[in-house]
């Protein structure tokens, strides 16, 4: 599969660990999603995709925003 910004072949897989949080003064907790991110070594581009159980308990901060 090659890097859909730059074109090439040189990706790699890594384990990822990230945290989203909601502004300031929300007692929403942080939601820590552990994906497996897809990493362009040639110019850096990231992708990764956030599982359905994460993903619901984002869309539940949104609508509290």
């Known amino acids: 599969?090659?890097?859909k910004i730059c074109?090439?072949?040189k990706q790699?897989?890594?384990?990822?660990e990230i945290a989203f949080n909601v502004p300031r003064g929300s007692e929403m907790?942080?939601?820590w999603v552990?994906?497996?991110v897809l990493v362009c070594?040639?110019?850096g581009s990231a992708e990764f995709?956030?599982?359905n159980e994460e993903?619901?308990?984002l869309g539940k901060k949104d609508a509290a925003a």
């Open 41 to 43: 070594l040639n110019c």
């Open 12 to 16: 790699r897989e890594f384990n990822g």
């Open 7 to 9: 074109g090439s072949d």
């Open 29 to 31: 907790p942080i939601v």
């Open 1 to 3: 599969m090659a890097c």
């Open 55 to 57: 993903l619901h308990e």
């Open 34 to 36: 552990f994906p497996k």
């Open 49 to 51: 995709q956030v599982p």
